[in-house]
């Protein structure tokens, strides 16, 4: 019993050391089941929004520039996610594989920044982003209302990539978990919102973060634009509430803007080949 009992100790210990490993791995197995699902029968209409996915990736492949060549009506998130790995398999059939796998992993990830956030806790909210993913296709949400078929247009791409599109916000999410708990690691006294505050006061900081939420603007034809709006709201809140000496109190928000700008521009820049306009 004490064998067992040892081994059963050291495999736990194994899963907690490499949990992040076993959690990628999980969930790239999940998502490979449902690429795989849906390649099995392979539809082909020229007006859905799956080969309409596809013509923008293969325009990229081509060496298209988007926004140039080709109306990137998607926006850059969904080619960023999807062409390297089209690469391996550039045909209508193997977009189909891509655009669900690199869905259902958005998914999960969504579904464990939902759990993390709410309980702060990494392995339970693993646990639980990879069982949501499972019984999202399952009768199993059916039995509560107004859940089930949400659910599923986040866990498919179907017509439109709402998933990949939205996805901005989680990665924008995971950027100001990460750059908070940094700064409250050097100043272990202060909270998250002495933190943010601190932050609205400095215009290097608003500079930065400027120039990264601009950037996101052309991630999609909406989530980016709607990501900078509420981030400039929530900033105008902690503007309003923080007590930044001289002329800070104008200088930040005077920075934040002049960043948004530049990020769209840098961003325009790189994307479209140095032809913004």
């Known amino acids: 019993m004490q064998t067992i009992r040892r081994g059963v100790l050291k495999i736990r210990e194994f899963c907690i050391q490499h949990s992040a490993v076993l959690f990628f791995a999980c969930m790239a197995v999940l998502a490979f089941t449902g690429g795989m699902q849906r390649i099995f029968n392979v539809e082909f209409s020229p007006t859905n929004g799956d080969f309409q996915s596809y013509n923008v990736f293969r325009r990229a492949l081509d060496g298209q520039w988007p926004f140039v060549d080709f109306a990137n009506y998607l926006g850059m998130g969904p080619l960023i996610l999807h062409v390297p790995l089209l690469l391996f398999h550039n045909t209508f059939a193997g977009s189909l594989f891509v655009t669900h796998f690199v869905c259902a992993v958005l998914y999960m990830l969504l579904c464990y920044c939902v759990y993390y ?32 078929a949400p ?92 007590k930044c000496s001289g002329r800070r109190i104008l200088w930040a928000p005077v920075t934040f803007l002049v960043g948004a700008v530049l990020g769209v521009l840098i961003a325009a820049t790189l994307f479209t080949g140095g032809r913004p306009m």
């Open 117 to 148: 956030t709410i309980g702060g806790q990494k392995l339970p909210a693993m646990a639980a982003s990879l069982v949501t993913m499972r019984l999202t296709n399952t009768e199993f949400f059916d039995l509560i209302p107004y859940v089930a």
């Open 151 to 242: 659910l599923r247009l986040l866990a498919a791409p179907n017509n439109s990539q709402r998933m990949t599109r939205m996805f901005l916000a989680v990665l924008f999410g995971f950027l100001l978990l990460y750059f908070t708990k940094k700064s409250m690691h050097r100043h272990p006294a202060a909270s998250a919102c002495a933190v943010y505050t601190d932050w609205c006061c400095s215009p290097k900081t608003m500079l930065g973060m400027g120039i990264i939420l601009g950037s996101g603007v052309l991630w999609s034809n909406d989530f980016g634009y709607a990501c900078l709006c509420s981030a400039l709201i929530i900033l105008t809140v902690f503007w309003i509430q923080a």
